[in-house]
Antibody, heavy 116, light 113 residues
Framework: EVQLVESGGGLVQPGRSLKLSCVAS????????MNWIRQAPGKGLEWVAY????????YYAETVKGRFTISRDNAKNTLYLQMTSLRSEDTALYYC?????????WGQGVMVTVSS | DIVMTQTPSSQAVSAGEKVTMSCKSS????????????LAWYQQKPGQSPKLLIS???TRESGVPDRFIGSGSGTDFTLTISSVQAEDLAVYYC?????????FGSGTKLEIK
């Protein structure tokens, strides 16, 4: 069974940093690209970043480019999102999702709240 | 960026009725080399993560009931639920994965009368 479990969220002040993790199981993690997708409270879905299976290709939404870094450790079956210079508009539920093209499996999400 | 426009934003139907919802993209999602449309539909039930229903515009994922039907090509796409069930209460999103940034429509909220 494919499982994606996010962690690392919480309440953080504007301008500070936070690192999210997503541990994958039930499939060969190193064979798949991965997405981070977020959802602000009561809002729709917003794609944040993508990383290919071997980390050769990385893409970001303009809203996070230069502030967020996506990475992965295939030996640990883990996806990361390093978030710096956080803003109130980054407040959202952050999902990791397996991405063979579309996002076919999603985690349960981890909440990030940016507030003073 | 490719803009995805979903209509209606919400609709209420009775169980057993047929419902259709639309998704239009600002540019074609049809890749000429493989003739595939890079369009997905997701269902998000209250309090849950999104679930992939349909990829490549019309390919149902394993385990998705056959009442969910995806159609369309190019820039115009439709999700049809042939006979709505109470458990279909959800927000439905379309997404293009033709190009980055990946973009989603704003969603169609389906309510059951």
């Amino acid at each position: 069974e494919v499982q994606l479990v996010e962690s690392g969220g919480g309440l953080v002040q504007p301008g500070r940093s936070l690192k999210l993790s997503c541990v994958a199981s039930g499939f060969t993690f190193s064979n798949y690209g991965m997405n981070w997708i977020r959802q602000a409270p009561g809002k729709g879905l917003e794609w944040v970043a993508y990383i290919s299976s071997g980390s050769s290709y990385i893409y970001y939404a303009e809203t996070v480019k230069g502030r967020f870094t996506i990475s992965r450790d295939n030996a640990k079956n883990t996806l990361y999102l390093q978030m710096t210079s956080l803003r109130s508009e980054d407040t959202a539920l952050y999902y990791c999702a397996r991405s063979p093209g579309s996002s076919d499996y999603w985690g349960q999400g981890v909440m990030v709240t940016v507030s003073s | 960026d490719i803009v995805m426009t979903q209509t209606p934003s919400s609709q209420a139907v009775s169980a057993g009725e047929k419902v259709t919802m639309s998704c239009k993209s600002s540019q074609s999602l049809l890749y000429s080399e493989n003739k595939k449309n890079y369009l997905a539909w997701y269902q998000q039930k209250p309090g849950q993560s999104p679930k992939l229903l349909i990829s490549w515009a019309s390919t149902r994922e394993s385990g998705v009931p056959d009442r969910f039907i995806g159609s369309g090509s190019g820039t115009d796409f439709t999700l049809t639920i042939s006979s709505v069930q109470a458990e279909d209460l959800a927000v439905y999103y379309c997404e293009q994965y033709y190009d980055t940034p990946l973009t989603f429509g704003s969603g169609t909220k389906l309510e059951i009368k």
